[in-house]
């Protein structure tokens, strides 16, 4: 009799199973830290919005791989003329949108036009700018005649920000996203979840896991909890990092640590007293301990910095040592600047785990020089609103995510309030600049003049610590750009 009912059970337990396995190897829970805003990646600054539509929903003329190197996507093919300055695409043949529409070399120009628009909210304008003509000779063909050599043109349509929308849904991309990808839009519950399903009509491999759902969850706790109890088949930008170490050894998990392009700063508003004088600015970052904050916010797992650069690019240069911890030194430039006895400011911390945790090892350092920090937590709309459009602030702490952004010093209206007519020359030489060695030693004179003029405080690379069933393969180990695309994953 025990027999049989252990047989019973076994075999219940078989019956219960199976669906459910079944079910898991049709679907995949991709948990991350923060909700975008909005689903149109052409119309905002947050990271979040590339990462859940960019190679998913949207695609551009051109992607990047997972090793940083430029692919076709809706454009087959292109040709760059002799002077750098035609280029000439060659749009797939049959593609369509996911409400059945044709893709057209129209929407190329319509996606670009709006770019530039006197509206547009595009966070990469920079990239359409050199260009001063787009024609569309036929319904496959785009030409598209720069004003002058972009040495990086054809990197930057490889933005999510350079996605090809139709004219004919662009009105709902914000909430309904209407794409090519390999994926198609079924629901998004905000704050809770957005929900993805295979699009089975797409042009290039079909997707090998049918629906997707994304979960959004900022709390670093709250995610080691998920990871470890099956929640999340896989979360990106792990923000534990000291149970790294513990999930390691779990044979559940794989855990991969690999390189963003996110420069992690201490912004500081340059427009407001008394962070107009580079002397204040200065003080502020000798009184940083930068391995404080690397250990404090990261476990000790993140890459310092001392200028606006990615380490992964051949132009790097390591300017830590131009601003050492150096707390004597921090307040006698305050001294000089006429705050012998430090000033009262406020930090706005947006949600990611390494912004929380840096931001109390930072108020703790400053206040160590005289300077008392009010920390403000604020979620990631009210940043984008207060912070990054406003400019109201004197302080935050942010992870810049998109390759190259060096050239955001270049721009009057930044929220870092920094005009610069020597850093604009430059920033547009490296730009045009078509030999390499040039261009690399332009960018190099950009990081050494944002960090004389000591625009903000650069503390780390912000690492891409991902966390995943040891059953799902696919994931990207490091970020040349931000984005995840659920294409490329299978369950093993």
């Known amino acids: 009799m025990r027999l049989s009912v252990v047989g019973l059970a076994m075999l219940a337990g078989v019956a219960v199973l199976t669906p459910a396995v079944a079910q898991q190897k049709d679907s995949v829970t991709l948990c991350m830290t923060l909700e975008p805003p909005i689903l149109d990646p052409t119309q905002g600054a947050a990271q979040a919005i590339k990462e859940v539509t960019y190679g998913n929903i949207f695609e551009g003329l051109v992607g990047i791989d997972r090793t940083?190197?430029?692919?076709?996507?809706?454009?087959?093919?292109?040709?760059?003329?002799?002077?750098?300055?035609?280029?000439?695409?060659?749009?797939?043949?049959?593609?369509?949108?996911?409400?059945?529409?044709?893709?057209?070399?129209?929407?190329?120009?319509?996606?670009?036009?709006?770019?530039?628009?006197?509206?547009s909210k595009n966070a990469t304008k920079k990239v359409f700018a050199p260009i001063a003509s787009i024609e569309t000779p036929d319904p496959l063909t785009v030409k598209i005649t720069l004003k002058e050599p972009s040495a990086n043109f054809l990197f930057g349509l490889g933005y999510g920000d350079s996605s090809i929308l139709s004219s004919k849904s662009v009105a709902d991309a914000a909430t309904k996203p209407v794409g090519t990808g390999a994926?198609?839009?079924?629901?998004?519950?905000?704050?809770?979840?957005?929900?993805?399903?295979?699009?089975?009509?797409?042009?290039?491999?079909?997707?090998?896991i049918k629906d997707v759902v994304y979960r959004f969850m900022p709390d670093a706790q709250a995610q080691m909890v998920a990871v470890q109890s099956g929640d999340c088949d896989a979360l990106t930008n792990f923000g534990s990092y000291e149970n790294i170490e513990t999930l390691k050894k779990d044979a559940k998990l794989k855990v991969t640590v690999g390189n963003t392009e996110g420069e992690t700063i201490l912004a500081m508003n340059n427009a407001k007293p008394p962070f107009n004088d580079v002397r204040v600015r200065k003080a502020i970052a000798h009184a940083i301990d930068r391995k404080a904050v690397i250990d404090g916010a990261t476990n000790g797992v993140a890459q310092p910095i001392g200028t606006h650069f990615s380490p992964n690019h051949p132009a790097y240069l390591d300017l830590t040592g131009a601003t050492p911890y150096d707390p004597k030194k921090a307040k006698a430039l305050l001294?000089?600047?006429?705050?012998?006895?430090?000033?009262?400011?406020?930090?706005?911390?947006?949600?990611?785990?390494?912004?929380?945790r840096s931001g109390e090892v930072v108020a703790a350092l400053l206040a160590d020089v005289g300077i008392k920090v009010s920390i403000e937590p604020v979620e990631f709309p009210q940043w984008l609103e207060r912070v990054y459009?406003?400019?109201?602030?004197?302080?935050?702490?942010?992870?810049?995510?998109?390759?190259?952004?060096?050239?955001?010093?270049?721009?009057?209206?930044?929220?870092f309030n920094y005009k610069s007519e020597e850093m604009k020359k430059l920033v547009k030489a490296a730009e045009t600049a078509t030999?390499?060695?040039?261009?690399?030693?332009?960018?190099?004179?950009?990081?050494?003049?944002?960090?004389?003029?000591?625009?903000?405080?650069?503390?780390?690379?912000?690492?891409?610590?991902?966390?995943?069933?040891?059953?799902?393969?696919?994931?990207?180990?490091?970020?040349?750009?931000?984005?995840?695309?659920a294409q490329e994953l299978s369950w093993k």
């Open 335 to 356: 001294a000089e600047a006429g705050y012998p006895n430090g000033f009262s400011t406020t930090l706005k911390l947006p949600p990611p785990p390494y912004a929380r």
């Open 389 to 415: 459009r406003n400019k109201d602030y004197d302080l935050s702490l942010i992870a810049h995510t998109e390759p190259l952004d060096i050239e955001i010093y270049s721009r009057d209206d930044y929220y």
């Open 183 to 208: 994926y198609k839009f079924v629901e998004w519950s905000r704050g809770n979840r957005l929900v993805y399903t295979r699009n089975d009509a797409y042009w290039g491999p079909k997707a090998a």
């Open 68 to 119: 940083g190197k430029v692919v076709p996507k809706l454009a087959e093919s292109w040709t760059v003329s002799p002077d750098a300055l035609v280029y000439t695409f060659k749009l797939r043949p049959g593609v369509k949108y996911h409400d059945g529409a044709d893709l057209t070399a129209a929407d190329v120009k319509f996606s670009f036009d709006r770019a530039v628009a006197p509206d």
């Open 435 to 485: 030999d390499e060695a040039t261009r690399n030693k332009l960018y190099q004179d950009a990081q050494k003049r944002i960090v004389d003029d000591q625009v903000n405080v650069y503390l780390f690379m912000l690492p891409k610590t991902t966390v995943a069933k040891a059953g799902l393969a696919g994931m990207w180990e490091g970020w040349p750009i931000p984005v995840s695309p």
